[in-house]
């Protein structure tokens, strides 16, 4: 019968009118406040309204999500190195950065001038970052990392959007607090929370200590 | 409903054709015998004679791919490279010509295969090849009055920076700059030396009607009944800022002509800019729905150059098994996003949409988890992926009023394709598919034939809808998919409600596949799933390869040629939405202009691609 | 909002009020009056333009879709013409044969209109700005409200630029000539159409164009005097 097919989609529609009703009733008309309401009604057992009401409620982001890059700096309350960079201008996010949004300015010994291990200054363009992730995939000192943080409206570009190092700048703190699973995995892989080249040194301290306590023994 | 098509053959291509060839026309075919190529080289001059062959006798009736290379101080000619196949599978036989880079000049093969049209304006407009014969050579993707042909190596855009990537600029003296600022308007520009902004008129927009009004000027000449109808670029059934031109009688469609390029972000021009590797988060936004397969085309063609090379391991089991599940996926993600927009296309506006959309979040959250965004992907790499799956899917709370949710990956996996994705088929199955909105406006519109369907290089369910039981997950199989077990969907009448069926079939023969490769996720757990060397910068052995995928939208392909250095030659990407517009003005010929709308919803382009 | 901070928000700073009474007057116009209403229904019914250029395009779509809901903002009547739209969202890669329509719809667009840049290409150009084709930001010919960064941005982070407009749009006034081209006298200027040449082709840089055409005639000049 001509119209049956219409009537069989209307049917579906309804479905899922009366479905955010039973929702409803299922959560004694809390929805919004329950604190299990969200977590299934973003999940596969979702049915009829299915609405993140952003901004009063966020569907939190996972720890494996890129938006733009920021660079890891030591703890402020770092005993021995507070603030430090973790970054060591090696120049390797600059050289596989698809778009080339990164610019680097490699730090130089004021006497000598010779190249030393840390960034003079860190540019990155956000409005030619593509968010691929390759800067913190590739990073050797685990020292460039994808933010969490997409909430960056602004109304003027000119002034908002080359990031430096001092915008870019996070604590380690930070990155733990947003990919806790991550961070450790880094973290264990390099022997400690402290940066690769530190990690390094104290090693070797640790061996040359060693060795001289087996020389006075002999 | 469906059918197996039949196992590839075994038989060098090169070979045969040589063997066929040479007796023929002698010397004026050869092998390629230049390292890590393939195929032959036919002489210009008897280019369309050879191909004529290669159609009828050797019987290559559908040609994939055509494109151009610019070989630039290696010869200094620019060079065509055609792939065909045979329709009932099997590998390609490449052949390609070649003519002098000042003079570029090849006979067209339109008339063999028309489905090269588009293929060789490409070539013409970003390229510089003319094409003898052709019949509307004219810029496709450019406009028409732009100056040089930009895929030529010696053609600078106006912020060249430099030849290749990572640019020198950048570390370790990198001073930010913005190249607009840097590099002031019209600097570079390479206009002609007689041209001035005041005599200036554009030929640009009058050269769009070149064709479709046939000699009439639209302004004065047309009668009341004709009229030129212009749709787009802005328009909201064009799925982008495609645009087409119409010639109409009445309502009936007499001509109808499409205008791209609106999209065209020179994706081929800063990919033989980058290096091999920076091209993959590239490939993301060609087809930007279905960024993972994209990714999959891209690994395996640069993973067959490198199989030339020594040191080259194949990816682990486990990883070709991700691959899967993520392509699988990602088509489950395209078709249901298609036929919502179809649907929107014929006035069930929006709705049908928004039950397609949960589905669509729902995977796009797995995706999320795993790949670190929804929609750009970024997570094939040359010799496996990216990162395994995680253990679970699970927000941190970051932002004020952050919700969590915390989800078992492997559960969440299990009730998604046994459970939630079946019945969300079967409910679209149930609303749409008897639905007067579709069978009144979709049955017997846009008739594609079995014959022209091949003959314009028709691909993906547009061709499979018209009878081509043409799959290369079957024709020319990779990854995994020679152990799974699955039919190609296949129907046969050709018109707008088949291709919704065969999209239908598809969306269950993924779920089928998807329901065997859970069990072989479990199995491999714990495998490693890269093995490359993880370097910033490889090195890609010399030679050309062509690799293609079933994409969503049809065969996509990705034709490369490395020189054994960091960065690509030639990157061309063989677009299944570009090449299936070819034929889009034989399925609209005849009908009303209405159905315009339901016919081009019913190819199914993404402008990412079309344009690239 | 405390009605002490209403008060503040209506009162005219040019006009003193004595010290005791500030808590519970304040001297306003009818411009300033109005504000508050005019601009709660506009901030809650913007119209958005269905115009989609790229990638973002989708990310658009699924903001407007079941889960991000931008009905929410009173925002979900999405107009093709923009004849009817309030607010013109860059989706995406601005191409320079693009950018010439995209110049005509906002100049067919009724005020007060809005842009929104969404993406990185809409706001700078993009990962693909070094491309032959691509304009380096839709702000080099549109004047843009608000830039929502992000290659793509997500649904989220698109709605977070949709409540910057609605800030922005509450911050206008109708007393205040100056803050925005509309509530001046007589009707705006549009904004000239670029043209396709040999590259494309701003009228507004008409005078550079002419300076280094003539600068390349008299180079080539120069040249052929040479020979």
């Given amino acids: 019968m001509y119209g049956l097919g219409i009537w069989r989609g209307l049917q579906v529609t309804l479905t899922h009118f009366v479905n955010t009703y039973l929702d409803d009733i299922k959560w004694g008309f809390r929805r919004h406040i329950h604190p299990d309401a969200f977590a299934e009604r973003q999940s596969l057992a979702a049915r009829g309204v299915f609405t993140v009401e952003y901004p009063d409620e966020k569907l939190a982001v996972p720890e494996r999500f890129r938006f733009i890059p920021f660079l890891v700096v030591e703890n402020y309350d770092h005993p021995d190195r507070p603030g430090y960079d973790w970054c060591t201008s090696c120049g390797i996010c600059a050289k596989v950065c698809p778009p080339q949004c990164i610019w680097i300015v490699r730090g130089k010994h004021p006497d000598t001038g010779r190249p030393k291990p840390e960034p003079e200054a860190f540019f990155i363009d956000i409005d030619i970052c593509m968010n691929c992730g390759y800067c913190a995939e590739f990073c050797p000192f685990d020292a460039i990392k994808m933010d969490h943080d997409y909430e960056l409206a602004s109304y003027d570009r000119t002034s908002a959007h080359i990031y430096d190092k001092q915008k870019l700048s996070k604590e380690l703190r930070y990155w733990q607090s947003i990919a806790p699973t991550y961070a450790e995995q880094e973290a264990d892989a390099r022997g400690g929370w402290e940066h690769k080249d530190v990690l390094k040194q104290r090693d070797k301290a640790a061996k040359a200590a060693q060795a001289e306590v087996t020389d006075k023994t002999d | 409903m469906s059918e197996q098509a039949p196992v590839a053959e075994t038989i060098s291509p090169t070979e045969e054709a040589l063997e066929l060839l040479q007796k023929r026309f002698k010397k004026t075919v050869r092998r390629d015998d230049r390292e890590g190529y393939g195929g032959i080289v036919v002489d210009a001059s008897r280019l369309e004679k050879v191909a004529a062959a290669i159609h009828d006798d050797l019987g290559y009736d559908y040609l994939s791919s055509a494109t151009a290379v610019d070989y630039l101080g290696q010869g200094d000619h620019v060079e065509m490279v055609y792939h065909a196949y045979r329709i009932a599978g099997g590998p390609a036989l490449v052949f390609k010509a070649q003519t002098p880079r000042d003079e570029a000049v090849l006979p067209t093969l339109t008339g063999v295969w028309p489905g090269v049209d588009f293929q060789e304006r490409e070539a013409w407009d970003l390229m510089g090849i003319r094409f003898d014969g052709h019949p509307n050579l004219k810029r496709i993707l450019m406009w028409e009055g732009f100056h040089g042909h930009p895929l030529r190596k010696d053609w600078h855009e106006p912020f060249f920076e430099e030849e290749l990537k990572p640019f020198g600029s950048r570390w370790p003296d990198g001073h930010v700059q913005r190249s607009e600022e840097h590099n002031p308007y019209g600097k570079n520009v390479q206009y002609p030396a007689e041209w001035s902004p005041e005599a200036y008129e554009s030929p640009a927009e009058p050269a769009i009607y070149d064709n479709i009004n046939l000699g009439v000027d639209v302004r004065t000449d047309l009668a009341t009944d004709r009229v030129i109808v212009s749709l787009g670029p802005q328009h909201p059934s064009t799925h982008g800022v495609f645009r087409m031109v119409v010639r109409l009688d009445g309502e009936t469609i007499e001509g109808l002509e499409p205008v791209m390029g609106y999209l065209h972000r020179n994706h081929e021009k800063i990919g033989e800019r980058n290096t091999f590797i920076q091209n993959m988060p590239y490939t993301d936004r060609l087809d930007y729905i279905c960024s993972l397969s994209n990714n999959l085309g891209y690994a395996i063609s640069i993973e067959q150059l490198m199989a030339l090379g020594a040191r080259y391991e194949p990816p682990t089991y486990r990883a070709e098994v991700i691959r899967v599940l993520m392509a699988e996926l990602t088509r489950i993600v395209n078709h249901v996003w298609a036929i919502g927009f179809l649907l929107n296309d014929l006035g069930a506006f929006f709705t049908p949409m928004m039950y397609a959309v949960i589905e669509r979040e729902l995977i796009l959250d797995f995706f999320e988890a795993t790949t670190g965004s929804r929609m750009m992907c970024n997570y094939m790499r040359f010799g496996g992926v990216a990162a395994d799956i995680p253990a679970r899917i699970r927000g941190v709370a970051n932002l004020i009023n952050d919700r969590v949710r915390d989800m078992n990956t492997m559960d969440y996996l299990h009730s998604l394709i046994h459970e939630r994705l079946p019945r969300a088929i079967d409910q679209l199955d149930e609303y749409l598919t008897t639905s007067e909105i579709m069978t009144n406006r979709c049955m017997g519109v846009g008739v594609l034939t079995r014959d022209d369907a091949i003959a314009y290089s028709a691909a993906g369910p547009v061709l499979r809808a018209s009878g081509v039981p043409y799959d290369v997950r079957r024709a020319e199989p990779y990854s995994i998919y020679p152990d799974l077990d699955f039919d190609v969907a296949v129907r046969y009448h050709g018109d707008v409600y088949d291709r919704y069926l065969v999209r239908l079939d598809e969306l269950r023969q993924s779920i089928r596949i998807l329901k065997q490769v859970l069990p072989l996720l479990n199995d491999t757990d714990g495998q490693p799933v890269f093995t490359g060397r993880g370097v910033y910068s490889p090195r890609v052995p010399a030679g050309e390869s062509y690799g293609r995928v079933e994409n969503p939208k049809g065969e996509l392909g990705f034709y490369v040629v490395s020189e054994g250095k960091q960065n690509p030659r030639r990157y061309h990407v063989r677009a299944p939405s570009f090449i299936n517009l070819t034929a889009l003005e034989q399925m609209c010929k005849g009908h009303k202009v209405a159905d315009v709308v339901a016919i081009l919803g019913s190819i199914d382009i993404v402008l990412g691609e079309t344009d690239r | ?227």
């Fill in chain 3, 1 to 227: 909002m405390t009605d002490n901070d209403f008060l503040k928000e209506l009162h005219n700073p040019d006009v003193p009020v004595p010290e005791g009474m500030q808590s519970a007057v304040a001297v306003t116009n009818i411009g300033r009056l109005m504000d508050s209403i005019y601009n709660w229904g506009r901030r809650n019914s913007i119209w958005p333009m269905a115009f989609g250029l790229a990638c973002c395009a989708i990310e658009m779509i699924a903001t407007a879709a079941s889960r991000y809901d931008q009905a929410r903002f009173g925002m979900e009547v999405i107009r093709a013409s923009p004849r009817q739209a309030d607010l013109m969202i860059v989706s995406g890669t601005v191409t320079k044969k693009m950018v010439v329509p995209i110049v005509r719809l906002y100049n067919q667009m009724p005020e007060p209109k809005y842009v929104l840049a969404m993406g990185a290409c809409a706001c700078g150009g993009g990962p693909f700005k070094e491309g032959y084709n691509v304009v380096s930001g839709v702000d080099k010919f549109l004047p843009v409200d608000v830039y929502v960064p992000g290659c793509p941005p997500t649904p989220q982070a698109l709605l977070h630029g949709f409540i910057a407009l609605q800030k922005k749009i509450d911050a206008q006034s109708l007393g205040n000539y100056n803050s925005v081209p509309w509530y001046g006298r007589g009707p705006s200027d549009a904004i000239p159409v670029p043209v396709l040449g040999p590259d494309l082709y701003d009228p507004r840089q008409g005078h550079i164009m002419r300076r280094q055409h003539e600068a390349a005639q008299s180079a080539a000049q120069d040249k052929q005097a040479d020979a």
